[in-house]
T-cell receptor, first 112, second 114 residues
Framework: DAKTTQPPSMDCAEGRAANLPCNHSTISGNEYVYWYRQIHSQGPQYIIH???NNETNEMASLIITEDRKSSTLILPHATLRDTAVYYC?????????????FGKGTKLSVKP | EAGVAQSPRYKIIEKRQSVAFWCNPI?????LYWYQQILGQGPKLLIQFQNNGVVDDSQLPKDRFSAERLKGVDSTLKIQPAKLEDSAVYLC????????????FGEGSRLTVL
């Protein structure tokens, strides 16, 4: 079973920041938090990952709470092309060799 | 860099028929995955290969599904005989060993079983 919980859907206005929350209170200390997104009719796409520290790349920022029980993916300036299902996943480097267990994710709708 | 290639993109068959899907991973990626995604759900892992060996096939319905990865590169996933509940998108993904959580997915093969 997925070890993360996410809201089923969210809306965001185009040009505004999209903040997608994820609860992962049961992940272990060795598990990284990964975010993927899936645009309609495409395969999932890697966005970003982190363990303890906040991370930023060209696509997004990842804010992980100090207790590691939750995180937030931030898309700083959402566009219509960011409309997708966003998945938050715990990955244990030491165990499953990258077996991603997907939940249902959050369906983000970016509106003009 | 070429991505993960899958074919066919779409397939419609009658129940009890057989079907095969093909996947060509990104060059140099040792690990290959097959996922099943039923409409409205997240992808579910069916089988994971490292080179040409099976790492995890615990979720593969072995009475009807089979997969192989000959020579550690291309892979095929076969369903025989198909059931109505096999209607889904079948996603292939690959990864480098030292980035086990960073998977590259193909566009998927959509199967409809009538």
């Amino acid at each position: 079973d997925a070890k993360t919980t996410q809201p089923p859907s969210m809306d965001c206005a185009e040009g505004r920041a999209a903040n997608l929350p994820c609860n992962h209170s049961t992940i272990s200390g060795n598990e990284y938090v990964y975010w993927y997104r899936q645009i309609h009719s495409q395969g999932p796409q890697y966005i970003i990952h982190g363990l303890k520290n906040n991370e930023t790349n060209e696509m997004a920022s990842l804010i992980i709470t100090e207790d590691r029980k939750s995180s937030t993916l931030i898309l700083p300036h959402a566009t219509l092309r960011d409309t997708a299902v966003y998945y938050c996943i715990g990955v244990d480097y030491g165990g499953s060799q990258g077996n991603l267990i997907f939940g249902k994710g959050t369906k983000l709708s970016v509106k003009p | 860099e070429a991505g993960v290639a899958q074919s066919p993109r779409y397939k419609i068959i009658e129940k009890r028929q057989s079907v095969a899907f093909w996947c060509n991973p990104i060059s140099g990626h040792a690990t290959l995955y097959w996922y099943q995604q039923i409409l409205g759900q997240g992808p579910k892992l069916l089988i994971q290969f490292q080179n040409n060996g099976v790492v995890d096939d615990s979720q593969l319905p072995k009475d009807r599904f089979s997969a192989e990865r000959l020579k550690g590169v291309d892979s095929t996933l076969k369903i025989q005989p198909a059931k109505l509940e096999d209607s889904a998108v079948y996603l292939c993904a690959s990864s480098l060993d030292h980035f086990p959580g960073e998977l590259f997915f193909g566009e998927g093969s959509r199967l409809t079983v009538l």
